[in-house]
Nanobody
Framework: QVQLVESGGGFVQPGGSLRLSCAASGSSNSVYIMGWYRQAPGKQRELVATIFKDGTTDYVDSVKGRFTISRDGAKNTLYLQMNRLKPEDTAVYLC???????WGQGTQVTVSS
């Protein structure tokens, strides 16, 4: 069993930054391929960033160069640094170990002027 708790969301103006955190308990997140997903109203859930067991990362084109996924094994925490935010980044953001049936409650990110 893995418990995931996301935090760090909020309201920010376009061009601003936020840092999301995902605290994992029950198992070390470093043994999993971890992803950050987002879901906007009326849209399908989208995988935006992935970090593999060897630390390599991958991003959807729309966030490349703006978002950075990272993990702290000692704290068992996953991060998503989001810079130069755009209104289209508005969504609930969730972390998820790929291939496993565990999801947190998500954290809302709203980008608006």
């Amino acid at each position: 069993q893995v418990q995931l708790v996301e935090s760090g969301g909020g309201f920010v103006q376009p061009g601003g930054s936020l840092r999301l955190s995902c605290a994992a308990s029950g198992s070390s997140n470093s043994v999993y391929i971890m992803g950050w997903y987002r879901q906007a109203p009326g849209k399908q859930r989208e995988l935006v960033a992935t970090i593999f067991k060897d630390g390599t990362t991958d991003y959807v084109d729309s966030v490349k160069g703006r978002f950075t996924i990272s993990r702290d094994g000692a704290k068992n925490t996953l991060y998503l640094q989001m810079n130069r935010l755009k209104p289209e980044d508005t969504a609930v953001y969730l972390c998820h170990p790929l291939g496993l049936p565990y999801w947190g409650q998500g954290t809302q990110v709203t980008v608006s002027s």
